[in-house]
C-alpha cells in the first residue's frame, strides 16, 4: 500500500467501498482477527480518501501561498534594502541606533600591510604579465603591419608636374 501511487489508492479505495457496499451493506465482516461492521470499514475507508483530498487541497493552497510569499518578496526586497542604506546613511555607524531597527554598523575593512600591499602588486603584475595585458600607453604604442604583395611588376607612371601660371 505504501507503493501504491496515491491516485491509484484511492481508486482502489472507493472500489472497496463499492463492492462493500454492494454486497455485505449491513453485515459484519471478520479478517484478520478483528470484526468489522460493513459500515464502520466503509467509514473508515472514505477517512482515508478525505484525508488524501485534504492531503492535496493543503498541498495546493500551500504552494498558492509560496507563489504569493515570493512575489511579496521581490517586490520589497529592494524597498528593505533602500531602507537599510537609508538608516545607514543617516546615522552612520552608531551601533545603538542601528541597533534598534535590527541592523549591524558596516564593518570597516582593516587596513592591510606594507607586505600585503607588495604582494598583491607583485600578484597583479604577474597575472597581467601571464594574460599579456597591456595599459593604454602600451596599447597605443602597438601599430599593425600590412603584409606586402607582390603583385603587380610594372610601377605605375609618374604624374606630370604641375603647369606653372603666369
Same mark, same amino acid.
Given at each position: 500500500?505504501?507503493?501504491?501511487?496515491?491516485?491509484?489508492?484511492?481508486?482502489?479505495?472507493?472500489?472497496?467501498?463499492?463492492?462493500?457496499?454492494?454486497?455485505?451493506?449491513?453485515?459484519?465482516?471478520?479478517?484478520?482477527?478483528?470484526?468489522?461492521?460493513?459500515?464502520?470499514?466503509?467509514?473508515?475507508l472514505q477517512k482515508?480518501?478525505?484525508?488524501?483530498? +485534504?492531503?492535496? &487541497? @493543503?498541498? %495546493?493552497?500551500?504552494?498558492? #501561498?509560496?507563489?504569493?510569499?515570493?512575489? =511579496? *518578496?521581490?517586490?520589497?526586497?529592494?524597498?528593505?534594502?533602500?531602507?537599510?542604506?537609508?538608516?545607514?546613511?543617516?546615522?552612520?555607524?552608531?551601533?545603538?541606533?542601528?541597533?534598534?531597527?535590527?541592523?549591524?554598523?558596516?564593518?570597516?575593512?582593516?587596513?592591510?600591510?606594507? +607586505?600585503?600591499? &607588495? @604582494?598583491? %602588486?607583485?600578484?597583479?603584475? #604577474?597575472t597581467r604579465a601571464?594574460?599579456? =595585458? *597591456?595599459?593604454?600607453?602600451?596599447?597605443?604604442?602597438?601599430?599593425?603591419?600590412?603584409?606586402?604583395?607582390?603583385?603587380?611588376?610594372?610601377?605605375?607612371?609618374?604624374?606630370?608636374?604641375?603647369?606653372?601660371?603666369?
Amino acid at each position: 500500500m505504501s507503493d501504491t501511487p496515491k491516485a491509484t489508492l484511492v481508486t482502489q479505495l472507493r472500489a472497496l467501498i463499492a463492492g462493500t457496499q454492494k454486497h455485505t451493506p449491513n453485515g459484519n465482516l471478520t479478517f484478520d482477527g478483528t470484526t468489522y461492521a460493513a459500515t464502520a470499514l466503509v467509514a473508515l475507508l472514505q477517512k482515508l480518501i478525505d484525508d488524501f483530498t +485534504a492531503t492535496d &487541497a @493543503a498541498k %495546493a493552497s500551500y504552494q498558492v #501561498a509560496l507563489n504569493t510569499q515570493s512575489e =511579496t *518578496k521581490t517586490q520589497v526586497h529592494p524597498v528593505v534594502l533602500s531602507y537599510a542604506q537609508y538608516l545607514r546613511s543617516s546615522y552612520g555607524n552608531a551601533p545603538d541606533t542601528l541597533g534598534d531597527y535590527g541592523l549591524a554598523p558596516r564593518k570597516v575593512p582593516k587596513p592591510l600591510t606594507a +607586505a600585503q600591499l &607588495a @604582494a598583491r %602588486a607583485a600578484k597583479a603584475k #604577474a597575472t597581467r604579465a601571464a594574460r599579456g =595585458t *597591456k595599459g593604454p600607453k602600451a596599447k597605443a604604442a602597438i601599430k599593425g603591419t600590412v603584409p606586402t604583395t607582390e603583385t603587380s611588376t610594372t610601377p605605375a607612371p609618374a604624374a606630370a608636374p604641375p603647369a606653372k601660371q603666369s
